[in-house]
């Protein structure tokens, strides 16, 4: 007869076996449905999206100023620490990774020839991928497409306005345009040119701008990092993108191969979206008041000219010969600016940039943002709303 610690271990390691062994199928069980978990993340995404519509104020509440909050505290001072567009490098490694990837499983096709049995894997594995990249993205910034908006929030009244205010912002902002060329930097061929020494400088000046901003609204507050210059900018320029905004880094990244006077405007844009503005016509809003906070010249005349240019747009299509003559006011300066602008951009014209457009505007209209590219004309409203709530207070 065998002693009782014999027994006992006996029946230890067999209670552990079957333990394992009840794991071990539990695995095997849930294998085949591993995948299937995470393309559920898809429609997941989308029901969360769908739900965030419904309830602006809740989003507001719950998501945009606490749980986003704490990524943007957290994971936006991990990816600020780096000096460099950690979503620039990322991007080129899964390219790398993408084309091994299909190289190897295109291979295997060929060589096994079992496309029956290797290709729903293939297709499992993407949809994975886009379900987990879907989920993400609107965690980290989707659903504050749908948040309480910029205007509500900072109690300016945005309305149908007059062409005689159009009219008057516009002339104001030419007015400031030219004032404040005066004071800044331009180069050999008269251009203007930034005061920093670098584009590093401009982002930590980009950086304190929010902050001096947020000491006005305090859901602008909290962490704030640089804004990043992108290595291979002129591929931006190619694609018609001046700066982009990469939820899953927190970064703002901007292209620093165009005219500088874009350069402290598209910086602080790129910042509005790390504090969760995510539609442009607000982020756009923002940057014209961080880039008027400032005392540097340089990004006083970068917000100036930017807002300039959408209020003149608007004015061209609603009174042509308005706009030129309030136009042929601007200074001599100021037009070499735009002169530069325009030859800078024509370069690039042509099917590349047109699809990218299209692209963009589709982007656009699948956040709820429904005239697409056109939404950026909205930036008006809001312009004219603060011009209001300015010279107000200026009366009283």
Known sequence: ????????????????????????????????????????????SLLLTEWAAQYPTTVERLFSR????????????????????????????????????????ISRLVRLRDITTRLPGMLATLCCVVGVGYFLFTLFCGLNYHRVTFADQSGLEVRPSSVEELAALYQELVETANSVRQQVLSNHLGEMV???????????????????????????????????????????????????????????????????YYIPFSMIHELAHFKGFMREDEANFIAHLGCREMDDPAFQYSGTVLALIHSGNALYRVNPDLYFSLSAQLSEDVRRDFAAGSAYWQQFEGPVA????????????????????????RMVDLLLADYRARHAADEA
């Open 1 to 44: 007869m065998p002693p009782a610690n014999f027994l006992e271990s006996t029946v230890l390691q067999d209670t552990k076996m079957h333990s394992l062994s009840t794991a071990k199928r539990i695995r095997q069980f849930l294998r085949p449905y591993r995948r299937g978990f995470l393309i559920l993340l898809l429609p997941l």
């Open 66 to 105: 606490r749980v986003y909050r704490v990524f943007t505290e957290v994971l936006g001072r991990i990816f600020g620490l780096f000096p460099f567009s950690v979503a620039e490098l990322a991007l080129y490694g899964l390219i790398f990774i993408g084309l091994l990837w299909l190289t190897v499983h």
């Open 194 to 260: 930034l005061s920093q020494e670098s584009y590093h400088d401009a982002g930590v000046q980009a950086a304190q701008a929010m902050n001096k901003l947020a000491e006005r609204y305090p859901f602008l507050k909290g962490f704030t990092p640089r804004a990043k210059p992108v290595k291979l900018s002129r591929l931006m320029s190619v694609i018609d993108i001046t700066g982009i905004y990469i939820p899953f880094t927190f970064e703002g990244n901007v292209n620093v191969d165009v005219p500088d």
């Open 354 to 377: 047109e699809v990218a457009g299209k692209i963009n505007d589709s982007y656009l209209k699948a956040n709820r943002q429904v005239e697409g590219v056109q939404s950026y004309g």
